[in-house]
T-cell receptor
């Protein structure tokens, strides 16, 4: 079945440093979605990428979808303490089901 | 988007008992799902809740353990039956907004601890 690998599992940065998490799917995806889960909270939808090579930005966050629609990345510029949480990618294949990566836990040292 | 309400938000349950979690959406949605998130883990799809018919379960999940109802387009329940400590998890209701929207939104989750 479809598998989505996400790395790194953990990332600790100093406030102001950049952060990137990567996702790689075993199969071609129809789209990929990114979620953020704060400690003690539930996953909150951030963005969806659909097109090959698509790049979207939300303030300091940049999301990319690979040309082959099998990989994606989330990059945060100049991290802040409010960025703390676990970032999950979730890929959709040919049906409506999402397969989640294991997530990257980001901690930020002020 | 959709506003998703889950009850209970938290509970501590005795081993061997069952608990039903309710999920209410503020608008009609095409699809509803139930996920489980074990401590420190990612999200795993339990089943798709089908309106007016039996839920579609993923590998490793069975109806006897996780009976699901969906009587209409805005409401679903998940029961965790005969609980054991291994069932301690967050259970999340989620909905697909629109056939073309393709976006899945999550409720705030029900945090269950089995003792």
């Amino acid at each position: 079945g479809q598998q989505v690998m996400q790395i790194p599992q953990y990332q600790h940065v100093q406030e102001g440093e950049d952060f990137t998490t990567y996702c790689n799917s075993s199969t071609t995806l129809s789209n990929i979605q990114w979620y953020k889960q704060r400690p003690g909270g539930h996953p909150v939808f951030l963005i969806q990428l659909v097109k090959s090579g698509e790049v979207k930005k939300q303030k300091r966050l940049t999301f990319q979808f690979g040309e082959a629609k099998k990989n994606s990345s989330l990059h945060i510029t100049a991290t802040q303490t409010t960025d703390v949480g676990t970032y999950f990618c979730a890929g959709r294949g040919s049906n409506y089901k999402l397969t989640f990566g294991k997530g990257t836990l980001l901690t930020v040292n002020p | 988007s959709a506003v998703i309400s889950q009850k209970p938000s938290r509970d501590i349950c005795q081993r061997g008992t069952s608990l039903t979690i309710q999920c209410q959406v503020d608008s009609q949605v095409t699809m509803m799902f139930w996920y489980r998130q074990q401590p420190g883990q990612s999200l795993t799809l339990i089943a798709t809740a089908n309106q007016g018919s039996e839920a579609t379960y993923e590998s490793g999940f069975v109806i006897d353990k996780f009976p699901i109802s969906r009587p209409n387009l805005t409401f679903s329940t998940l029961t965790v039956s005969n609980m054991s400590p291994e069932d301690s998890s967050i259970y999340l209701c989620s909905v697909l907004v629109g056939y073309s929207g393709n976006t899945i939104y999550f409720g705030e989750g029900s945090w269950l601890t089995v003792v």
